[in-house]
């Protein structure tokens, strides 16, 4: 049953969300793994303890075999049986808040000898291909979009090369330039040059961003296991999970539109998008929680399944033709479509998770404890509905984290209530005219007070006189406030001041400057609020 669970970000700087507390993580591991071990479900043919071993091994073989390409020694046994803690974003050059997800995992992996893994989501689309700045220019503090490649479209990560290689290569000089000499250690400065270090390994934008900021990790303390969500898709424990989908796609889809009607109503939300939109139908054509593309044509589409007598179609939404026809049905082994789709991968079609298959599989499938950021955990409400529903199992545990890091540029914390008195000021002197002209032996002032305060004394009988007593006010108040025009113009002057610095205090208080663009000292201070063994200053 769907419950209001409001989760907002963190105020203050370095503030922390954790929920549940970190320190009650680990009884939620415990109690995760409980569940886990005692849930059993066909997955149509095969038993999902057995399909949770596959994943594992699969998976972890595969962090491996990723991390050696980037010049890592193996770190895990692929047969560990060691409790797993899972988090994941795209491979962007993300906010502290979100970075903070991965020394959680390192910390809570450490403390139940278990291991950390990150998942690079890397089947979705960029959001852009330049980054926000901190800068100051005349004296004010601004944000400044910087181009760090150009635009390719709405192509995934995962098929993201860069375009421009100059532009690329300057980008991390161009960064510090504008940020000196408000931060003197800018993480961009040991980011970058390890960024285009990557570019010996791979031409793939995320790719590198990620390389990048796990050689810092390192450097930071922590040796997490990464690998890409495109690797997991390929793996045999995910194709059985896909197919298993697939094969009752009619109760998904009434579970998952169900589940999502009552998220919207419990929210009041109207948009047909959000948080997520419904799966649909095209005739005989069902809507699956899955995207798929051509490797070479690189735009994500629905996948589109139509189900016959004893096997099913798949096809991209938007082609005419179907890519293939697995020997999969509601009631059939999947062990020859789970081959089937094993050589549709490698004729280049690329099947993917969405959001919220994405944590499905890797919350029941894979990990033992995953950490979500505030998005994610906004997402997975309706994804543990959705678990309840189709899976029939009370979903395990995952912990929301957040953290919000100031830029460290100075914050006027008088400012709010010096623009509230500012306001009080400027409504009084338009408003009150006779307060700060009391003591006036103006003659003229001194009739118009006395003409304010016998209107203000004066109680009309009709609606003509009381329209006629308001308009007098009127004209009464603005006579005298007519004196006070110099009083006016410097309270006008200093809302201009005030205002201007209240941007810059907005500025300096936004939670969503990339890592790269902070303080390294600040950084690690900040983190070692999560994980104490980092390497802190």
């Known amino acids: 049953m769907l419950r209001p669970h409001h989760v907002k970000a963190p105020k203050g700087d370095g503030a922390l969300l954790c929920e549940p507390p970190l320190s009650e993580a680990q009884a939620h591991l415990e109690r995760n793994l409980r569940k886990l071990s005692d849930w059993t479900a066909d997955i149509q043919g095969r038993q ?9 091994r699969e998976v972890l073989r595969g962090a491996n075999s990723y991390l050696e390409r980037l010049g890592y020694e193996p770190t895990v046994d692929p047969e560990s049986q060691a409790p797993l803690v899972v988090t994941g974003h795209q491979p962007e050059l993300f906010h502290p808040g979100v970075w903070v997800k991965n020394f959680a995992a390192a910390s809570i992996a450490r403390e139940s000898s278990g291991v950390a893994l990150n998942l690079i989501v890397d089947n979705d689309i960029p959001k852009s291909s330049s980054l926000t700045v901190p800068s100051v220019e005349h004296g004010a503090l601004h944000g400044k979009s910087l181009d760090y490649d150009l635009w390719a479209g709405e192509v995934p990560f995962e098929d993201w090369v860069v375009q421009d290689t100059d532009q690329f290569a ?22 970058w040059p390890l960024v285009m270090e990557a570019s010996r390994d791979t031409d793939r934008v995320g790719l590198r961003f990620s390389s990048a900021r796990r050689r ?23 194709r059985w999970f896909l197919c ?31 948080p997520v939109a419904g799966l649909d139908h095209e005739g005989d054509w069902a809507e699956a929680p899955f995207w798929v593309w051509r490797a070479e044509a690189p735009r994500r589409r629905p996948l589109l399944v139509r189900q016959n007598a004893r096997t099913m179609d798949l096809k991209i939404a938007g082609e005419p033709e179907a890519f293939a026809r697995l020997s999969l049905a509601p009631d059939r082994e999947a062990c020859c479509a789970v081959e089937e789709l094993a050589k549709v991968a490698a004729e280049g079609i690329r099947i993917r998770t969405r959001a919220l298959t994405t944590t499905m599989f890797a919350r029941l499938f894979l990990g033992d404890l995953f950490i979500h950021g505030i998005g994610g955990a906004k997402y997975d409400e309706l994804g543990d509905e959705v678990i309840r529903r189709f899976f029939r199992i009370e979903p395990p545990r ?8 100031w830029i460290g540029h ?18 009084d002197l338009t408003y009150q005219p006779e307060r700060f002209l009391a003591d006036s032996t103006d003659q003229e002032i001194v009739a118009l007070r006395a003409r304010k305060a016998e209107l203000l004394r004066a109680v009309p009988g009709t609606r003509r006189e009381r329209v006629k007593q308001y308009r007098d006010l009127r004209a009464s108040t603005s006579a005298l406030s007519s004196f006070l025009g110099k ?51």
């Open 48 to 56: 999902v303890t057995f399909l949770r071993e596959l994943a594992r």
């Open 170 to 191: 300057n980008f991390g000089q161009n960064v510090q330039d504008l940020l000196d000499p408000m931060i003197t250690d800018p993480l961009i400065g040991k980011t």
């Open 216 to 238: 810092i990790e390192e450097e930071f303390g922590i040796q997490n296991l990464e690998i890409p969500l495109s690797m997991v898709c390929q793996t045999e424990a995910f």
């Open 244 to 274: 298993h989908v697939l094969a009752q796609l009619p109760r998904f889809v009434k579970n998952h539109n169900e589940a999502l009607a009552e998220y919207r109503t419990l929210y009041r939300i109207r948009s047909k998008n959000h």
């Open 398 to 405: 995952f912990v929301t984290l957040s953290m919000t890091l």
């Open 410 to 427: 100075d914050v006027d914390p008088t400012l709010d209530s010096r623009l509230a008195r500012n306001h009080r000021r400027r409504r």
């Open 487 to 537: 009083d006016l113009e410097a309270t006008a002057d200093e809302r201009v001041i005030l205002e201007r610095k209240s941007r810059e205090n907005a500025v300096a208080k936004g939670r969503d400057w990339s890592f790269v663009m902070h303080s390294e000292e600040r950084i690690r201070n900040a983190i070692a609020k999560v994980d104490p063994r980092s390497s802190a200053v």
